[in-house]
């Protein structure tokens, strides 16, 4: 196994900047998920980590060894597709010795490899069959077989489970937890699916618009949001974002959110002296607010008032919709809460939790 390193990669094609100067170093044994939406250019990256598309500029390296310029075969690495075809001629076994057959490999040892990968993956009884007497989730981990019997220095993974169903996808993402656990492999990992990156990975990159926005733990990532456009991509329902003008008042600054005025905590105070302006835009994730019971909050907690709008009974836990003026305001709260659309509500912003951000740059002015 071994460490990918991603020197001021960048990929143009003609006018679109897919990939813009992306630096990253993944460690050996690490798990990297590549997180963004649609077309932020991750697909390209694990490509040009793969070898199968030239950089515009910059520099890869893969087990200290540069590979820019190295063809795919050369480079020791396996990649698992979204659409990974198995060939349905061929029996499980087959498909997963293939391409060690192509690379020369000794009869014992593609017997050793592959009887090795059909233990780790749960396919031992399964090796005489043909792709399509296999379930989704059976031939995903043929996929992830054939990958693994190539003993590589590091694996590519390109959204591996957008074919399977909601349930399976769960099951499989365990497997594959339990898989890096077991191989100790280097994966970098393509998925949009927030769910996945924070479960798998020990870092996240988040991407957006071929620009790398933050790389961190998961709990950084969700915690720590070095933007806005990280702390509302990732979190369900995402961090609300209130406008907020500051103000100073007697020595403190003040934030007025919607002509209500609330105290900021120590860490914002000094905080928002960054900001370039006098605008600022305040976050707080949908489970630090809480409603106050008896017009009463718990220490801690700053009051706003709010409208209830809309309330999404989802059996655990309840989501609450809220206006503040104009400014909408997400809740998860108990599913004891008693609230109905219609009323008033005061709320409680855990102070601990809050979040401040220069709406000009659209940085955290906490965690960047
Ligand atoms: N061969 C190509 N020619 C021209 N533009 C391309 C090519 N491949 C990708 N792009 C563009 O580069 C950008 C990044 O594409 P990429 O496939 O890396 O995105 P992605 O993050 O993997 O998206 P998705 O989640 O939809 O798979 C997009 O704007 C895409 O249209
Ligand atoms: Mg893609």
Same mark, same amino acid.
């Given at each position: 196994?071994?460490?990918?390193?991603?020197? !001021?990669?960048?990929?143009?094609?003609?006018?679109?900047?897919? /990939?813009?100067?992306?630096?990253?170093? /993944?460690?050996?044994?690490?798990?990297?998920?590549?997180? $963004?939406?649609?077309?932020? $250019?991750?697909?390209?990256?694990?490509?040009?980590?793969?070898?199968?598309?030239?950089?515009?500029?910059?520099?890869?390296?893969?087990?200290?060894?540069?590979?820019?310029?190295?063809?795919?075969?050369?480079?020791?690495?396996?990649?698992?597709?979204?659409?990974?075809?198995?060939?349905? !001629?061929?029996?499980?076994?087959?498909?997963?010795?293939?391409?060690?057959?192509?690379?020369?490999?000794?009869?014992?040892?593609?017997?050793?490899?592959? !009887?090795?990968?059909?233990?780790?993956?749960?396919?031992?009884?399964?090796?005489?069959?043909?792709?399509?007497?296999?379930?989704?989730?059976?031939?995903?981990? %043929?996929?992830?077989?054939?990958?693994?019997?190539?003993?590589?220095?590091?694996?590519?993974?390109?959204?591996?489970?957008?074919?399977?169903?909601?349930?399976?996808?769960?099951?499989?993402?365990?497997?594959?937890?339990?898989? @890096?656990?077991?191989?100790?492999?280097?994966?970098?990992? /393509?998925?949009?699916?927030?769910?996945?990156?924070?479960?798998?990975?020990?870092?996240?990159?988040?991407?957006?618009?071929?620009?790398? #926005?933050?790389?961190?733990?998961?709990?950084?990532?969700? !915690?720590?949001?070095?933007?806005?456009?990280?702390?509302?991509? /990732? $979190?369900?329902?995402?961090?609300?974002?209130? *406008?907020?003008?500051?103000?100073?008042?007697?020595?403190?600054?003040?934030?007025?959110?919607?002509?209500?005025?609330?105290?900021?905590?120590?860490?914002?105070? #000094?905080?928002?002296?960054?900001?370039?302006?006098? #605008?600022?835009?305040?976050?707080?994730?949908?489970?630090?607010?809480?409603?106050?019971? $008896?017009? #009463?909050?718990?220490?801690?907690?700053?009051?706003?008032?709010?409208?209830?709008?809309?309330?999404?009974?989802?059996? @655990?836990?309840?989501?609450?919709?809220?206006?503040?003026?104009?400014?909408?305001? %997400?809740?998860?709260?108990?599913?004891?809460?008693?609230?109905?659309?219609?009323?008033?509500?005061?709320?409680?912003?855990?102070?601990?939790?809050?979040?401040?951000?220069? *709406?000009?740059?659209?940085?955290?002015?906490?965690?960047?």
């Amino acid at each position: 196994m071994a460490q990918v390193d991603l020197n !001021h990669v960048t990929k143009e094609f003609k006018e679109i900047k897919a /990939v813009q100067d992306v630096n990253l170093s /993944v460690a050996d044994q690490e798990f990297l998920v590549l997180l $963004g939406p649609s077309g932020c $250019g991750k697909t390209t990256t694990l490509r040009m980590v793969a070898g199968l598309e030239e950089l515009s500029s910059g520099s890869i390296e893969i087990g200290n060894r540069d590979v820019t310029w190295l063809p795919p075969k050369d480079r020791d690495i396996a990649m698992v597709f979204q659409n990974y075809a198995l060939y349905p !001629h061929m029996t499980v076994f087959e498909n997963m010795a293939f391409g060690l057959k192509l690379r020369k490999v000794s009869r014992t040892d593609i017997e050793r490899r592959v !009887h090795e990968a059909a233990e780790i993956l749960g396919l031992n009884g399964l090796l005489t069959r043909r792709p399509k007497e296999l379930s989704g989730g059976q031939r995903q981990r %043929v996929a992830l077989g054939r990958a693994i019997v190539r003993e590589p220095k590091a694996f590519l993974m390109d959204e591996p489970l957008s074919n399977l169903d909601a349930k399976l996808r769960t099951q499989t993402r365990v497997e594959l937890k339990r898989l @890096h656990q077991r191989l100790g492999a280097t994966v970098i990992y /393509v998925t949009h699916d927030q769910t996945e990156a924070m479960t798998l990975g020990d870092r996240i990159v988040v991407m957006r618009e071929g620009v790398v #926005q933050q790389v961190d733990t998961p709990d950084g990532i969700y !915690h720590r949001p070095a933007n806005t456009f990280v702390a509302t991509f /990732v $979190g369900t329902p995402p961090m609300n974002l209130f *406008p907020a003008t500051i103000e100073r008042q007697s020595g403190r600054v003040v934030a007025n959110i919607e002509n209500q005025t609330m105290d900021l905590p120590n860490e914002l105070q #000094q905080a928002a002296s960054k900001l370039t302006g006098n #605008q600022a835009i305040i976050g707080i994730r949908p489970e630090d607010i809480v409603f106050a019971e $008896g017009g #009463q909050l718990p220490s801690g907690y700053i009051p706003l008032d709010a409208m209830i709008r809309l309330v999404e009974p989802m059996g @655990h836990e309840i989501i609450a919709h809220l206006d503040i003026g104009s400014s909408e305001c %997400v809740v998860r709260t108990s599913n004891e809460w008693k609230g109905s659309a219609g009323n008033s509500a005061r709320i409680g912003l855990a102070s601990s939790r809050l979040h401040i951000f220069d *709406p000009e740059s659209e940085r955290s002015l906490l965690y960047s």
